[in-house]
């Protein structure tokens, strides 16, 4: 994907949301977005139609789960994930940084690459720049995150830098390695560069200015939401919104409640049981007599259950329950940012931004 393949739509005048418009083989992407999460290649509880009728034109999985189930000869043996799953539209991988980085007692990072051990058997693994561009052309999917090194919120300026450091040295073998490959099922594939740095104003700079050496399509907002201080965490949002070109999308990994998301559109950013009234834990027994629906304004689902039945559905452990919770937090979260994009497009986005947030966090 060129930079072409990227247009702003329409702009808040008061804050750094934009809208806008992403090109890609399978389909097109209006941002800012939310992407279902399929680690495994499927959204737990839904089907790729059920996702599809959202709706949502992108999934996200997780190439460190999908190398080791299914594994990359059966993907490739199915001709893909997109095949594997019967998805059609676009799909991002994360590169697996983060799930490596939570397995602190069995990898070992070296400016070579990741050696770790399986979650599931003790097996011995190694990633490197290269590898895990490989592991994601097999896998198919149209956004490629590059193996980063993610480090803790709470660790100090001198393993941020090194982080910064060995990250940049990565993007740079991976980027080359990247454009002297090609996609094995004849698609484009997008390669994306992480941004690290902690929340260190002067790590983020260096970390955007040598990763924008490389010209990607997209950049990722990486490092965040892994143990830093809320206030920390949008301020490093803040900097990166001067850092980052305004014409290239950029990605925020692992930012995921609905105010966080509302938040961060407002600082420029364009890509996680949730109502507009605020958070419901169906467990609680207040919601025991409660026969009125689950929500009068997401999903079918949450217009023809009432609160009671779901109730008594996670109380008795039933799959149905998951399911139906699954599928109004899904629809939650594509109209959420459907009625960004609508605000924005109609220039009230500060406005409504405010009075969701004061409602929502009360």
């Known amino acids: 994907m060129s930079s072409k393949k990227f247009n702003i739509t329409s702009s808040c005048s008061k804050t750094s949301a934009r809208t806008g418009l992403i090109k890609t083989d399978h389909g097109e992407l209006e941002t800012p977005f939310f992407m279902p999460v ?20 992108i999934l ?7 190398y080791l189930r299914p594994g990359i000869d059966i993907l490739k043996g199915a001709g893909g994930l997109h095949k594997f799953m019967n998805w059609d539209k676009a799909i991002l991988t994360d590169s697996g940084g983060f799930q490596i980085y939570s397995l602190a007692n069995s990898r070992k990072i070296t400016d070579d690459g990741v050696t770790f051990r399986s979650h599931l058997d003790g097996s011995e693994h190694f990633f490197n720049p290269k590898s895990i561009i490989d592991i994601q052309r097999i896998i198919g999917s149209d956004f490629m995150m590059m193996l980063d090194e993610c480090p803790p ?20 073998i991976g980027m080359d390695y990247y454009r002297n490959t090609n996609s094995i099922y004849n698609h484009h594939q997008v390669l994306i560069p992480i941004v690290q740095g902690g929340t260190d104003s002067d790590l983020r ?4 200015e040598q990763l924008l050496e490389l010209n990607a399509d997209i950049y990722a907002i990486g490092g965040l939401a892994v143990g830093e201080e809320k206030d920390d965490m949008f301020s490093t949002i803040e900097i990166m919104d001067e850092y980052l070109p305004k014409d290239k999308p950029r990605y925020l990994m692992g930012v995921g ?3 966080d998301l509302v938040r961060s559109v407002a600082r420029g950013v364009d890509a996680q049981l949730f109502t507009f009234g605020g958070t419901i834990n169906i467990r609680n027994s207040k919601y025991k007599n409660d026969f009125s629906p689950i929500d009068k304004t997401t999903s079918s689902m949450s217009q ?42 109609k220039n009230t986005f500060d406005k409504w931004s405010e009075q969701f947030l004061n409602r929502y966090e009360k």
């Open 304 to 345: 023809q259950y009432s609160k009671s039945y779901l109730h008594h559905l996670f109380n008795t452990r039933e799959v149905l329950g998951l399911q139906i919770a699954t599928s109004h937090n899904l629809h939650f979260f594509i109209n959420l940012m459907q009625k960004i994009r609508d605000e924005i497009k």
């Open 38 to 57: 399929g680690t495994y290649g499927a959204v737990k509880t839904q089907s790729s139609e059920n996702i599809a009728n959202l709706p949502s034109s």
């Open 205 to 208: 700079k260096q970390s955007a």
């Open 257 to 259: 409640t609905p105010a």
């Open 60 to 66: 996200l999985s997780n190439t460190y789960h999908l």
């Open 153 to 172: 919120g709470d660790v100090s300026k001198k393993e941020w830098r090194k982080a910064v450091n060995r990250t940049t040295a990565w993007a740079k």
